[in-house]
């Protein structure tokens, strides 16, 4: 993510919903690291099974995809050899749905996020052993060597590039939500932000860009009013009577609570997405190795090919993330400049 607030507000705008997945991931693991209960195996070769256990997060979906050997052939030796790909995810202790949490079974680590690993992880024909820990931990899980990649929302930033190496696979967005009633649309244009009340959590990348298209419109003569509260029920509370029009947070935290309320009175919908980079980049997610790993590239071309045959889409449909598709993915794209890193 942009920032380590940007991920503590893809925390702040969980529903209800996401909140007792997230107390069952507290009560599930504890602690710096958790290796157990993370892996959900596949019901036979050639199949990935995604968004198991997920609480109504993803739609249970089978996805045919098996080993490319002019793929798995670019392994660095030592992880072709093992025969393991080892994932990590930072992902305690609360969990962040619908990326990362603890399924519904209370013990299984699902979402977004290791569900893609494991579609990577079949491409290099390696069986994937995911592990969870704390989102420092992750880094130094990558830096001793304990896992190979990490499919955990990271931004792709230069001062990252210091010290590990990028496969790009999901744009990194903002996103407006909106009562699903609400004919309000962004439109990528912060000037039809004019005349409305916006909520955003405080201390946010979010925040800093709402501020400044507040301030834009201020220099026109325009209103643009930003309201905070405490936590999301608040947020939902005031949106669905009309407090506010407009609530800024992570896109993937709205996809999961459209989904979560589609069938509700307060059902709502997303009314616009934007750069977590802000205007001048495309925030990017991607793959993280350590640097001078050899394994950016295989990663890459694994995701490319997942990209080409359909398999990548499946995926971003069942986790209601398709608004975060990517052409391709890339080795060492551009990432945010050392000045917003």
């Not at 030796?77 to 969990?95: F, Q, R």
């Not at 619908?98 to 977004?112: E, N």
Request: charged content about 20%; aromatic content about 8%.
């Amino acid at each position: 993510m942009p920032t380590q607030f940007t991920r503590r507000s893809l925390i702040r705008g969980i529903t209800a919903a996401t909140a007792v997945a997230s107390l069952a991931t507290g009560l599930a693991a504890c602690g710096g690291n958790s290796d157990a209960a993370t892996s959900t195996d596949s019901p036979k070769s050639g199949e990935v099974v995604i968004g198991q256990v997920s609480n109504g997060a993803a739609k249970q979906t089978s996805i045919k995809v098996s080993e490319v050997k002019s793929i798995s052939a670019e392994l660095p030796a030592a992880v072709k050899k093992s025969g393991k790909l080892e994932i990590g995810i930072g992902a305690l202790p609360a969990g962040f749905p619908p990326l990362a949490y603890v399924g519904s079974d209370q013990k299984t680590l699902t979402g977004a996020e290791p569900d893609f690993g494991r579609l990577v992880a079949a491409v290099l024909g390696l069986q994937p052993e995911v592990k969870n820990s704390t989102w420092e931990n992750l880094f130094v899980g990558i830096d001793s060597g304990k896992v190979d990649v990490a499919f955990s929302n990271v931004t792709d930033t230069e001062e990252r590039k210091k010290k590990y190496e990028f496969a790009s696979y999901r744009q990194d967005n903002l996103a407006f939500v909106v009562p699903k009633k609400s004919t309000w649309n962004f439109e990528d244009d912060y000037e039809n932000l004019a005349g409305k009340t916006v909520s955003v959590s405080s201390g946010t990348n979010q925040e800093k860009i709402l501020l400044e298209w507040k301030a834009k419109l201020a220099k026109e003569g325009k209103k643009l009013t930003v309201k905070y509260f405490q936590d999301s029920n608040s947020v939902y509370l005031a949106l669905s009577s009309g407090k506010i029009d407009a609530y800024l947070g992570p896109n993937p935290g709205i996809a999961y609570h459209n989904r979560q309320v589609a069938n509700t009175p307060n059902a709502t919908r997303t009314a616009g997405t934007y750069s977590g980079a802000g205007a001048s980049l495309q925030g990017l997610i991607a793959a993280t190795a350590k640097k001078d790993s050899g394994l950016a590239k295989p990663l890459a071309d694994s995701i490319n090919y997942l990209i080409k045959n359909g398999q990548y889409a499946e995926w971003l449909k069942a986790y209601n993330l398709s608004n975060e598709a990517v052409a391709e993915s890339e080795v060492n794209p551009p990432g945010l400049p050392l000045d917003n890193s």
